[in-house]
């Protein structure tokens, strides 16, 4: 690949200069704090992205590093100087992805992942009828016979373990595209779906409907919607990201809406960045922002309408892992707290570290299982040193890693995880 | 270097070491300036490794530097000459309170900022608490000297270490001072050892001496429209038997750099703005207050708040920490200095300030610990403009100048390291510095651990630019 300025642009070159290397953003770093090294700190990773834009590194010197960052970017929130991190990571992503030298075997398995399986209604809603994707697809022997993105060892049977139930395929024919608030309308919004969240999570997201209606929505759903691009711009397929992006920006600019409402933190997130994504883009700029400045977690909108109140009891004791993008990107910090302490429960017990990734992340636990089952083993001593009943999450990747150590922790007969959203629920919902 | 590869690695476990060229760039650098590539960086987790990589060392004439979390600002730990990074952050094991004695016992790589919280369990504190307490190591804070805002009541570092288990440069263990609060047995080599930089020996314990957690606190804000008054200010309170826990300044650019990056209120028309914060029984913080507040009566227009709660304090505290941050919005560099002059040459220092900021045409801003005379100027710049960079390094050397010239020194708290070494005749005469290279020459007569740190080499010169 050729090195000159084109390579110092797609690094973000620039915005590594802002990285005064004060160490600031070492102590927050899951993976500084686990795998011990200063290349697996957000100040070694920006460090390392800078060398090779100076040309002292090659790029897959940079490859490990970057591969084992969760994404979480905990290190931007605790950073002094407002380092773009994740426009550094996104960058390096995108250049080692382009600087790979692919078989064909693996290009045809992963345009069937990325180009036709996430971007699809259709494929997801497959794939949630059949149960994971990962499981009945063919992707796990795909992946083990391509090596895609170098996966092995994948440990599907792991998370198989932990998926909830799915609704039958005519459940989910029921969905219609317009649901009206109860009672007085006091705002519209509008409904990302997410694939992976509908796909499995149809019943939370079915829920997430429910609690708007009552709360004063009148909420909808256009069927042309399609995957965020979360995992695309994560995996430095940046043009994909765009083009997914663009259908989303097309199917919400449709109707009026005064959010646009997400339940799963990393989609919002990337969601609340489409803007930054078309920077420069005189045809997409302004009409990517207008729907970012529109995006807000389901806890943001259900706390401003203040329209619940909750009638039962939840039998327990809680405490709350809430998701590294709604906190360090979305900036949501207080809003599920305040819904959580309307609920009527045992109480709220609030974990040591509860802002530190889990080690979901994305496809992260499962391209890096071992890693980040020593992130989740750090996560599980901190619930379990609150003696709480009930983990409540806020983003389905988070939901199924926190299921997953429950069963690594032998804990199954005492806690259980469970979304927000559906604790809401369970919690007796009605409108006030 | 083949064959002290292979001696290395018949007594280190393999995943102590790290030789790819990631790992060595991650090692090549602190919150200073500068690049320099180790050839080999281990990560050390008990004495005897160290003692051993020592004698290596010296057999195979290879530098060692030891370094902590890499925060200094001064160039402290970077391995200028090349040869080995000795990674001493993740020996973080130990962290031992012993109430009934009032001392912490902690392992060379404990993060600051833990000691403290581990030791207010027991109702006591650890007084030294630099901006970066929360990253940095003991280690790295007791090589450095390092202080912080609380320095002006409790001192520094070297005020709160009583032993030290020390590898000398050749390799020998050895214990200095003791576990007792008193103790007068011979030279005193653990101050010797604190604020050397890591050019003595490599610290592998710490004894630090703690002191009962104040009851209560309470700060104050005091607005200047007069530079010069605020520091006729400072010398006032303190000359009036009061001591305060934290006295803070920030001038006028520092306030307004706050107000564009974090609207919090500020008075930006405001020439300097004083945070004071005092410490004791809450009766007796009630007639201190008092008693400031008629000190600043005396000053025409000077506008005095204080915080009716933690919160509000907080809100204080949190434009002092955002100035930092604030200042980098307009450039990304910043040159962090830490000037120090006799508290009564504050007013004097500002002065000299604003003329360097004229004469080189240089963003420049102050803030600090104005209680102890420890002024952070801050010059901000781009380190990709050349141009640029000549007139800072010019500003810095005539910064440095002023200092000592009114009585001060060239570091308050970060060190000398490599930046500040061309200036250290300027303030110490030859006969002074002399002294000290001797010292350095007994205790590592093969110049192998942290060479060319703290002593200029011939003709060398401070420079900021790659
Ligand atoms: C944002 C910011 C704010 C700061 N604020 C302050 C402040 O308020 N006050 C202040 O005093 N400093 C401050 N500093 C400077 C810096 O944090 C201190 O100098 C700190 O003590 C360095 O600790 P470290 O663990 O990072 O050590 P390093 O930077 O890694 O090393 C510092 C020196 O210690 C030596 N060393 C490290 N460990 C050992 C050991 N075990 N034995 C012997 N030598 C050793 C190294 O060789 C080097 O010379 C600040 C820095 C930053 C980036
Ligand atoms: S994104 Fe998370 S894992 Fe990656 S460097 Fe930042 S804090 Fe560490
Ligand atoms: S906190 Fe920010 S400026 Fe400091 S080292 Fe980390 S990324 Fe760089």
Redesign the pocket.
Known sequence: MSTGAGLKDRLHYNETFNCVQ???CLPVCPTYETMESEVHSPRGRINLVKMLAEDKIKAEDLREPIEKCLGCRACETAC?TSVQYGKILEGAKEVLEFAEQKSKAQKISESLIFDQMFPSKRWMNTIGNLSWFYQKSGLQKMAQRTGITHLAPLHMGKFESVLPDLPSPAERKKRVQVYKASGTRKITVGFITGCVMDAIFYETNRNTIDLLTKAGADVFIPVSQTCCGALHAHAGKIADAKDLAKRNIEAFEKEEADYIVNNAGGCGATLLEYGELFKGDSDWESRAQALSNKVRDISQVLSELDGLSFTKEVNGTITFQPSCHMINVQKVKDEPLSLLKQVTSKGYREMKDKERCCGSAGIYNIVNYEDSMEILDIKMKNVKDTNASIIVTSNPGCLLQMKLGIQREGLEKSVRAVHLVDLLVEAGAVSK | MDLLMKEIRSMIPSEQILTSLADRYSYSY??SFGTYLPEVVIQVKNKEEISALLKLANTFNIPV?????????SG??LPVKGGMVLD??QWNGDLKIYPDDLVAVVS?GVLTSNINQDAEKFGLMYPPD???AH???I??????N???PRGLKYGVTKDYVIGLEVVTPEGEIIKTGGKTIKNVTGYDLTKLIVGS??TL????EATLKLVPKPPASRTMMAVFDDLVQSGTAISKILTSGILPAKMEIMDQSSIIAVENYQPLGLPIEAEAILLIELDGHPLAIEEEMKKIEEIFADFESVKVKIAENMDEAQSYWRARKLV?PAIVKIKPTKVSEDATVPRSKIPDMFQKLKEIREKYDVHLVVFGHAGDGNLHPNIICDKRDTEEMIRVEKAVEEIFKAAVELGGTLSG???I?TLKAPFMEMELGAAGLDMMKRIKQIWDPNNIL?PG?IFPEEGQKLVLRE
């Open positions: 004060c160490g600031y002094p | 602190d919150a530097y030891p370094r902590g979390q890499g925060t200094s600002l402290g730990p001493m952050s060379p630099p901006s970066s990253v940095s190591t280690g790295g804070n007791l090589a450095e390092s202080g912080g930089e890591g020996g490599i610290i592998t930092s708290e970060h060190g390291g942290n740190k």
